[in-house]
């Protein structure tokens, strides 16, 4: 009986933990252990143009499964372009395994050539690094590195030298044991009373909710319910607790609206739950603040706060609702809602194809649209209409996500992925196809921006070369949209942003894609519904309009007085240039 390779055992080990995709490029160090996945039936090898293309999946599908991702790069340089997308998986708390390659044994600290130290590189993205430096130890490292990352959660990098890989196993060895537990935990009893004579006490009453109550919706919606409350989502908490509910009032933050200002400046008192929404400057002073949050370690870093509460949410709002009395005014919620339904009615009304040739749009458009180019609403309000109630959506940072914010309802079984905590370009596309490589036959909606897209192009071959069937939609304004409304609203023209892109959906087409381009706001309605029946992959390039601005809930002088200098030096710079 032949015995057990060092690679061997790791790829048993990933399968048997239901890990079905490894994302990375091959090469040296590596080589073992993609072979052992070429042997190994239960183990899908993906191989990508770009390792932190790799990385991004791999968190994506930890995300929607809860379950490990793992993605490998080789020595060197392979290893140090897993770091973007690794540092995405740790600031939103998902379990990814980075396995990494090295240099040989012998040559290992002699600064030979390619080598890196990876376990000093990695030493803030990573809850666990370390690297293998004999086949006695590897089950146990192993064992370690997963279990850091499933308990963590976060990443966890394991190092594995070029002639370490194929070494053999002693005879014998104890295979790892992985043990991922995270049992409800609910606060002490008088803790919750204490919380409950607070809320009684207070007259007006606001939710913040954030993902951590994404799995207590039933929850979450009969505490609003006892209580009136208007319930602000963090953007993550729009999966599973935006559709159907009679109490949210969209975000706050730059993506926010009136009606989520006027449930915190109104209220006496600040719920927060399951949330560690970072923006300190939105939240809002002199209230009482209550914060639930299964983290101990996050509960009052974002805002000071009058009681905290360590548990999770499902349990913990069980117990609070039956303690806290129902409250009978409802005036505080009908505020917020009613401001919300007509802030949102506006902004529905820039979707609709005739907008532009309407008296206030033919008004509007003089200053924000004279080209008559496509809202980038009306993108994002067409991918809604169409897209599938069960449809997975990933979304580039900046601009696409204000839209997604907006425009984007989550409602039946739709899922949301984004850089939502790191914040980092290039996303949208790499999750999308980690999403898509989970379930071909499920719809996957990548919102890209064409700065986005254009830092990871390459990986649009991945989606050809894999048959990935992802449905990415390019909002192309030929700009940084984010950062020319950060410059505006600094009161600085705007400068370093314009994008020279080439029409991306001849470029999609060229390598293998269903590429589409629209110009023709006419055109839109009808181009979405193509791309999303399309059977393969498809990348939609629309031409958008640069000049649309996303106008937060709450504007300060400073900023409505930086824009407008912007413009006017705009203007001045432009017939200068002239």
């Known amino acids: ?277 970072p923006y300190r400057e939105w939240y809002p002073t002199g209230k009482q603040i209550v914060q639930i949050d299964s983290r101990p370690e996050h509960i009052g870093r974002r805002i000071g706060v009058d009681l905290g509460l360590v548990g999770h949410a499902k349990p913990t709002l069980q117990a609070l609702t039956a303690l806290v009395d129902a409250k009978t005014d409802t005036t505080h919620l009908a505020d917020a809602r009613s401001r919300y339904e007509h802030w949102n009615a506006r902004q529905q009304s820039l979707t609709e194809p005739g907008f532009d040739n309407s008296l206030l749009g033919r008004l509007r458009s003089k200053g924000d649209n004279p080209e008559k180019l496509i809202r980038p609403e009306a993108l994002a309000q067409a991918i809604d209409r169409h897209a599938a109630d069960d449809a997975i959506f990933s979304s580039d940072t900046g601009m696409s996500t204000v839209w997604l914010s907006r425009f984007i309802t989550m409602r039946g079984r739709r899922e949301l992925l984004g850089s939502f905590n790191l914040g980092s370009m290039a996303n949208a596309m790499p999750q999308a196809l980690g999403a898509q490589a989970l379930d071909r036959t499920r719809q996957v909606v990548g919102l890209c921006g064409d700065g986005g897209l254009s830092m990871l192009l390459g990986d649009l071959l991945t989606a050809g070369a894999y048959d990935l069937p992802v449905k990415l939609f390019v909002f192309d304004n030929g700009r940084l949209g984010m950062v020319k409304l950060e410059q505006e609203q600094g009161g600085l023209p705007e400068f370093g942003t314009v994008l020279h892109n080439p029409d991306f959906g001849a470029v999609a087409a060229a390598i293998g894609l269903h590429g589409m381009r629209v110009e023709d706001p006419d055109d839109l309605d009808a181009a979405v519904q193509t791309a999303l029946r399309h059977p393969g992959p498809v990348l939609v390039d629309v031409v958008t309009n640069p000049q649309e601005i996303s106008v937060p809930g709450k504007v300060t002088v400073d900023q409505a007085w930086g824009f407008a200098i912007s413009k006017i030096r705009e203007t001045v710079l432009s017939e200068g240039d002239s």
């Open 1 to 277: 009986m032949s015995s057990t390779t060092v690679a061997e055992m790791i790829v048993n080990t990933l399968a048997e933990q239901g890990v079905r995709t490894v994302w990375g490029v091959v090469g040296d160090a590596l080589n073992p252990i993609t072979d052992a996945i070429r042997r190994d039936e239960r183990l899908d090898w993906i191989g990508v143009r770009h390792e932190e293309a790799g990385a991004f999946a791999a968190g994506a599908q930890a995300q929607l499964t809860g379950t490990l991702g793992v993605c490998m790069g080789t020595v060197g340089p392979g290893s140090i372009h897993l770091l973007n997308g690794l540092y995405d998986a740790k600031k939103s708390k998902t379990p990814v395994l980075a396995i990494c390659g090295q240099v040989p044994l012998a040559e290992y600290g002699s600064d030979y050539f390619q080598e890196v130290d990876n376990d000093l590189l990695f030493r803030d993205v990573a809850c666990f690094t370390h690297t293998i430096t004999s086949p006695e130890h590897a089950p146990m490292l192993l064992g370690r590195a997963v279990q850091a990352a499933l308990n963590e959660p976060g990443v966890a990098v394991l190092t594995v030298p070029g002639d370490v890989g194929g070494m053999a196993l002693p005879k014998g060895f104890t295979a790892p044991t992985i043990i991922a537990a995270h049992p409800p935990t609910v606060p002490a009893r008088e803790a919750l009373q204490q919380a409950a004579a607070m809320i009684d006490a207070a007259e007006k009453v606001t939710l913040l909710v954030g993902m951590g109550a994404r799995n207590a919706r039933d929850e979450v919606l009969a505490l609003a319910d006892r209580l009136q409350s208007p319930m602000v989502l963090s953007l993550k908490a729009k999966q599973g607790l935006e559709a159907d509910n009679p109490f949210q009032v969209g975000q706050s933050g730059l993506i926010g609206n009136p009606a989520s200002t006027v449930a915190f400046d109104e209220c006496d008192l600040l719920l927060l739950v399951g949330t560690d929404f």
